[in-house]
């Protein structure tokens, strides 16, 4: 409170117990800093943190979470994903499978040992495998 004195109804204005109180409510609550400090982690987006990036999140779409699995799917050299590494961490010790390129915008995944309904499942609609940048991708196996 900027004026205090015009705050406190004339019969308690004396009271130097009431004026005290008043006094510190101004040491501990400053609205000032207060607004400040909320326009930088919330409204300020090259300073906020915490809850104020997550309510920037909603606001653009995009979520802080990130899903972390025990199968790491990493990207190769130079940028380019390695589909096959991913092939070979989920699907370990079954056999060999392989990524072709079909050069018309799709690529096939070829699998030379049989997937069961489940794994098929994981190939073709998890998104546990990088698509393709062109149309489809489609499943071969035994």
Known sequence: MIDVEQTIISQYGASPILNQLIQN???????????NSFYNMAWNVDTAEGWGLDVWGRIVGVSRVVQISQVYLGFGEAGRWNAYQILLNLFPGRGNCYVVDNLDMTFTFKFLFTLSLVELFIVQSSGALPQPAGVSFNVVTP
Do not use: H, L, T, V
């Open 25 to 35: 409510m101004n040491a501990y609550i400053d609205p000032s800093a207060n607004i």
